[in-house]
């Protein structure tokens, strides 16, 4: 099959009906919908159940023990059947042509061995772009240059090929239960241009109990991957600013790593970024467990 819409969910049953729906009004039908509980307690075993009884879309169910987000992301990628590899959160849903533009712009690079996927915009669900109206029709650029070079803002969706997912797989940290996803989207952005078009195919909003809700909270406590993914932003083709203010937070969140053998290295030139970690350091240190 061409696409694996994929689902991490953790205690999320309450939210799992809305996206089902969305996927049986899908006018592209070639897809399934592989789900990963990540340990949930509550009832989403039986919902899923009942899902799949209905017989209305083909749906694989795995259940694995609670370990964060980027866990379920490489149990995933290890399960899916499909071509591409979509991930959509369990508290979203899609638009009913939204598998339709991503196998039509899928169509348009398929012979392509140096695209890494495609990509479209997310919109909230009166279908406001996230970061506004972008300026473009198509673009095949990397990450890096689509956020430094073209300017464009906001959450995107993006669609990997999942031969490229595999070669990234997530670091799975001991006693830590975040990764930073775009420390993956970045490696595969150094090696892998995405094909970027300009039609919103996500419908998202953030929850209270989301994790963008509390991601100080959440980085303070993953601080190897934090700053794993900070060191290596500090290194990537952006500017000095990002770059500087990569070396803050790195410095920021290097501070709660007490295994030093663990820790991200950065040049001596980025000393210079340590004293501005202070500013952030006492109200962050609140928020630790």
């Given at each position: 099959?061409?696409?694996?819409?994929?689902?991490?969910?953790?205690?999320?049953?309450?939210?799992?009906?809305?996206?089902?729906?969305?996927?049986?009004?899908?006018?592209?039908?070639?897809?399934?919908?592989?789900?990963?509980?990540?340990?949930?307690?509550?009832?989403?075993?039986?919902?899923?159940?009942?899902?799949?009884?209905?017989?209305?879309?083909?749906?694989?169910?795995?259940?694995?023990?609670?370990?964060?987000?980027?866990?379920?992301i490489?149990?995933?990628?290890?399960?899916?059947?499909?071509?591409?590899?979509?991930?959509?959160?369990?508290?979203?849903?899609?638009?009913?042509?939204s598998?339709?533009?991503?196998?039509?712009?899928?169509?348009?690079i398929?012979?392509?061995?140096?695209?890494?996927?495609?990509?479209?915009?997310?919109?909230?669900?009166?279908?406001?772009?996230?970061?506004?109206?972008?300026?473009?029709?198509?673009?095949?650029?990397?990450?890096?240059?689509?956020?430094?070079?073209?300017?464009?803002?906001g959450?995107?969706?993006?669609?990997?090929?999942?031969?490229?997912?595999?070669?990234?797989?997530?670091?799975?940290?001991?006693g830590e239960?975040?990764?930073?996803?775009?420390?993956?989207?970045?490696?595969?952005?150094?090696?892998?241009?995405?094909?970027?078009?300009?039609?919103?195919?996500?419908?998202?909003?953030?929850l209270?109990?989301?994790?963008?809700?509390?991601?100080?909270?959440?980085r303070?406590?993953?601080?190897?991957?934090?700053?794993?993914?900070?060191?290596?932003?500090?290194?990537?083709?952006?500017?000095?600013?990002?770059?500087?203010?990569?070396?803050?937070?790195?410095?920021?969140?290097?501070?709660?790593?007490?295994?030093?053998?663990?820790?991200?290295?950065?040049?001596?030139?980025?000393?210079?970024?340590?004293?501005?970690?202070?500013?952030?350091?006492?109200?962050?240190?609140?928020?630790?467990?």
């Amino acid at each position: 099959m061409l696409i694996t819409v994929f689902t991490p969910t953790y205690n999320r049953a309450y939210r799992l009906e809305a996206l089902y729906q969305s996927l049986c009004k899908q006018s592209y039908k070639d897809f399934e919908w592989l789900i990963i509980d990540d340990g949930s307690t509550d009832d989403t075993r039986e919902l899923v159940s009942k899902f799949i009884n209905e017989g209305k879309i083909n749906i694989r169910y795995f259940t694995q023990p609670n370990g964060g987000k980027h866990r379920a992301i490489n149990r995933g990628v290890k399960e899916a059947g499909g071509i591409l590899f979509y991930i959509v959160d369990s508290d979203d849903i899609l638009p009913p042509d939204s598998l339709h533009h991503i196998a039509l712009h899928y169509d348009m690079i398929k012979d392509r061995h140096d695209i890494g996927g495609v990509c479209g915009l997310k919109a909230d669900y009166d279908g406001v772009i996230v970061g506004g109206d972008k300026n473009f029709d198509v673009l095949e650029c990397s990450a890096f240059d689509l956020r430094y070079k073209h300017n464009v803002k906001g959450d995107l969706a993006e669609v990997f090929l999942t031969s490229v997912m595999k070669k990234y797989p997530f670091p799975e940290i001991e006693g830590e239960r975040f990764c930073p996803e775009a420390l993956i989207w970045n490696r595969i952005s150094a090696h892998y241009p995405l094909h970027y078009f300009n039609h919103p195919v996500y419908y998202c909003e953030y929850l209270e109990d989301g994790l963008t809700s509390a991601i100080t909270r959440v980085r303070v406590n993953s601080p190897v991957a934090t700053t794993m993914t900070y060191a290596e932003l500090v290194k990537a083709p952006v500017s000095f600013f990002i770059r500087f203010r990569s070396a803050i937070n790195y410095w920021r969140f290097r501070r709660y790593i007490k295994d030093k053998k663990v820790i991200p290295q950065l040049g001596l030139f980025w000393q210079l970024a340590r004293p501005f970690s202070l500013l952030f350091y006492s109200k962050d240190k609140q928020l630790r467990k």
